[in-house]
Nanobody
């Protein structure tokens, strides 16, 4: 089993920045991917950004140029630096880790961006 602990959400004005962190612990042998998804009321959960085996990084079109994902392999931690925040970024952000092809989710952290 893998446990995920997220931190860094909160309330921010439009144009501001927030940094999310997600630390993975437990029975970790081989992480295939680490990333972030988000879900706002009435919408499906969507991929925000992830880092996969080999270092391939993907971003949702809506966050390209504003958000940066990074990973500290020694700490099994993934970060999401969110700059130039917009009200439409308001959502619950979920950390996602794929370890030995098993999918794990964090509990979610609320990000609210006011206009």
């Amino acid at each position: 089993q893998v446990q995920l602990v997220e931190s860094g959400g909160g309330l921010m004005r439009a144009g501001g920045s927030l940094r999310l962190s997600c630390a993975a612990s437990g029975s970790i042998f081989s992480i295939n991917a680490m990333g972030w998804h988000r879900q706002s009321p009435g919408n499906q959960r969507e991929l925000v950004a992830d880092i996969r085996d080999g270092g391939k990084i993907s971003y949702a079109d809506s966050v390209k140029g504003r958000f940066t994902i990074s990973r500290d392999n020694a700490k099994n931690t993934v970060y999401l630096q969110m700059n130039s925040l917009k009200p439409e970024d308001t959502a619950v952000y979920y950390c996602n880790v794929i370890e030995r092809y098993m999918n794990y989710w964090g509990q979610g952290t609320q990000v609210t961006v006011s206009s």
